[in-house]
Every structure is written in structure tokens, then in C-alpha cells.
């Protein structure tokens, strides 16, 4: 077994690599001066292989980049793939919204069986619809017990963890049950076409207490300003934006302290100033047992 880590992944590549007994695949990789990316492996590869690689920004050149290592694998005879994509770009188009509209994750999904991956492992996927293009081979992991654990270092005061769409409770709960606080959440929406999202004004008991905001991903950060701004004029002491994949789109970083943020906490599935949380360790511990079951 050896393992594989694609240029988006080189921080938490080498978080993991600390972790896990394997050698690493040595290749070149260079993008030409039109922008196409080129690899050449420079050692040998493996039977079994696990591939670590997020599809963060630039989205599409990491797709290709992607499907370059996977074809490179393959025809040096790598029998076994296990497919790390911390990030899973295009997941949020999980149906069709509107009339008209492309499923992109189905597409993602379609190309990757070409290549008949043994085991796919994500994190925090956008919704359960997005593993069921990936069939019983997915294996889902969560970083919310680890941003839990991330914010007990705080002194947190009279904390209540609150998720800016219900859809994103789940891990509002997760991480409540960790510092033992209570859980809410907004409820939002979002306009279609023009991705502007307004949220319902509900009363809130957050006066003089921390408020720790969860979400699965901060794009453009619009989500988390209209919760930041509206829990500043309940009068929160601190306000906290967590979540597991940092986009930060555009001025989203600057817009969220404009607002009033205390702190932002994110992980390394997309690497930034703010990847505070490590989720190399559930990897691991996923790999280890993935192998031994094996
Ligand atoms: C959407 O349902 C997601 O869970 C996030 O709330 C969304 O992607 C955040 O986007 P933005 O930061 O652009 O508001």
C-alpha cells in the first residue's frame, strides 16, 4: 500500500502521512504555461494505492487533475484504489433545483466509476442524496466532533451552537453535545437564481452568551454575515463561524468580521489561513479500518 497526494491536498497529505505506516509516491507535477497541469511519476507505485486529493478552488482544474492521477494509476497497474476527496466540489448541485438544470455531482460520480475505485472516502457531504450516487463504496466521516473538541480550548461563556439552515443541525447537535451547550437554527433562504439568502427573523435567547455558528461550508460567506448580524443586534458576546470547508469566496473573510465574527474555524479539506482543525486524524483512523476489513 502506498500513498498518493495530489498538489490540492499537500498540508493535510502530510498530516495524514505522520499517521499512517505508508510510503509516498514520488511524481513531478508542473502546470504548462496555458494552465494544463502535467504529473510523471517519479517511484513506484503500488498494488493498492490510496489517492488523497480535494476538489477546492480551482474546482475544474482539480477535477482534470484528478482524473490525470487516476489514469496515471492505472496504467502503471495500481489494482486497488482507495479515493480520498476531502472536498467534493460541484456536491451542492445534488438535483435539479430548477427545470433544466445539470446534476453535477451525478456527473462527478458517472466519470469516477469509470475508473472502478474501490472505496470513497468524503467528508461532510453536502446531503445523504450525494452519497447515493456513490453507492455502497462511499464512506462519509464528519469533522464536527473534532471542531467539538477544537472549541473547548475557548473559555467558552453560557455557549448555545446554532446552525444557519436546518439543514445544517445535525451538526449544530454534534458539536453542542461535545461542549455540552444547547442547539438551535435559523431558518434561510436562498433566492435560485441570484444566490442571495435572506433569513427568518425567530427569537433567540443570546444575550451576553458566546454563539458558535455551524455550517458545512462558508462560500461566500453571505450564510454566515446575515446570522453574524443578527445575533450582534441580540446582543451574543462572542460569535464564532465554524465550519468544515472554507471556500471563502471574494471578501467573504472580510464581510464576516465587518459583521462582527470573534474567530473563524474551518479544516484542512480546503487549506487556509483559517484551516484551524486538522481532519487528518478520521481519516486515518477510516483508512485503518477500511484495511482491516479488507
Ligand atoms: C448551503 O446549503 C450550505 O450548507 C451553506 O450554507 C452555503 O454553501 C453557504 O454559502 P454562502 O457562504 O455563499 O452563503
Not at 494505492?49 to 476538489?55: A, R
Not at 473547548?152 to 453560557?158: P, R
Amino acid at each position: 500500500m502506498k500513498l498518493m497526494i495530489g498538489p490540492s491536498s499537500r498540508g493535510l497529505g502530510k498530516r495524514l502521512s505522520m499517521l499512517l505506516p505508508f510510503d509516498l509516491i514520488i511524481f513531478e507535477w508542473k502546470v504548462f504555461p496555458d494552465g494544463e497541469s502535467y504529473f510523471r511519476l517519479l517511484s513506484n507505485v503500488d498494488d493498492s494505492v490510496i489517492l488523497v486529493h480535494s476538489l477546492s478552488p480551482p474546482q475544474d482544474k482539480r477535477v482534470v487533475e484528478l482524473f490525470l492521477l487516476l489514469k496515471l494509476l492505472r496504467d502503471y497497474k495500481v489494482r486497488n484504489i482507495i479515493l480520498v476527496v476531502p472536498y467534493l466540489a460541484y456536491m451542492r448541485q445534488d438535483k435539479r433545483f430548477l427545470d433544466g438544470e445539470v446534476v453535477s455531482i451525478e456527473v462527478i460520480a458517472d466519470l469516477l466509476k469509470t475508473y472502478d475505485i474501490d472505496r470513497y472516502v468524503f467528508v461532510d457531504v453536502h446531503s445523504s442524496e450525494v452519497l447515493k450516487f456513490f453507492g455502497d463504496r462511499a464512506v462519509e466521516l464528519s469533522a464536527f466532533p473534532l471542531i467539538g473538541d477544537f472549541l473547548l480550548k475557548y473559555q467558552l461563556v453560557n455557549p448555545i451552537i446554532i446552525a444557519p439552515d436546518a439543514k445544517a443541525f445535525k451538526y449544530a447537535e454534534t458539536v453542542a453535545k461535545i461542549i455540552g451547550a444547547e442547539s438551535d437554527y435559523i431558518v434561510k433562504r436562498r433566492d435560485r437564481s441570484s444566490g442571495a439568502v435572506e433569513s427568518e427573523l425567530k427569537e433567540f435567547n443570546v444575550t451576553g452568551r458566546d454563539v458558535i455558528l455551524v455550517d458545512d461550508i462558508i462560500s461566500t460567506g453571505g450564510t454566515m454575515v446575515n446570522a453574524i448580524k443578527m445575533f450582534r443586534e441580540y446582543g451574543a458576546n462572542r460569535i464564532f463561524a465554524c465550519c468544515t470547508h472554507g471556500l471563502f469566496i471574494g471578501n467573504a473573510v472580510v464581510n464576516m468580521f465587518n459583521a462582527g465574527v470573534y474567530d473563524i474555524i474551518s479544516t484542512d479539506t480546503i487549506e487556509s489561513y483559517y484551516s484551524k482543525v486538522s481532519v487528518a486524524p478520521i481519516i486515518a483512523s477510516a483508512i485503518n479500518l477500511l484495511l482491516n476489513k479488507h
